[in-house]
């Protein structure tokens, strides 16, 4: 990832998830992938994806917590009350984070207990022209 790719990362997910301390870095042991920050702390992974023709990314972030404290975790993790947990019609295994109306991503437990999570949030090449 180029630096314009990486700062249009940063700018999309900023207003994605309404905070604007997210910082989007260069993974040290990949320069095609990169890093989501928090603060000091690394919260997600970002890949690239191009396979199809497409550039596109994958972001993935682990969530140490049970489903029944997702939403109040993931508020108080982004400093964002608009992020809801919402249902998935006809899916059981897995919830959609959105922030307020908008579809952020779908969150799948790691383990049978749902003692942990994985959110996972695509951004394609043209969600990324406004930024």
């Known amino acids: 990832m180029d630096k314009i790719e990486l700062r249009k990362l940063q700018a999309f997910l900023r207003a994605s998830f309404g905070n604007d301390s997210l910082r989007v870095l260069p993974a040290p042991r ?3 992938d990169a890093e989501v920050h928090l603060g000091e702390r ?3 992974s970002i890949v690239v994806d191009d ?7 994958a972001m993935a972030m682990k ?11 993931l508020r108080r993790l982004f400093e964002n009350d608009k992020l809801r947990i ?4 006809r899916k059981q295994d897995s919830v ?10 779908v969150i799948s437990a790691d383990d049978p207990m749902g003692r ?3 959110l ?3 951004i394609l090449d043209f969600d990324l022209e406004d930024y």
């Not at 199809?52 to 990314?57: I, K, L, N, P």
């Open 30 to 32: 990949n320069p095609d």
């Open 42 to 44: 690394s919260i997600a």
């Open 51 to 57: 396979e199809d023709g497409d550039r596109s990314f």
């Open 63 to 73: 969530i140490p917590v049970e489903r029944d404290v997702l939403q109040d975790y």
């Open 86 to 89: 919402v249902p998935r019609p």
């Open 96 to 105: 959609e984070l959105n922030s307020g109306d908008d579809y952020l991503g």
């Open 116 to 118: 942990s999570h994985t």
């Open 120 to 122: 996972q949030v695509a």
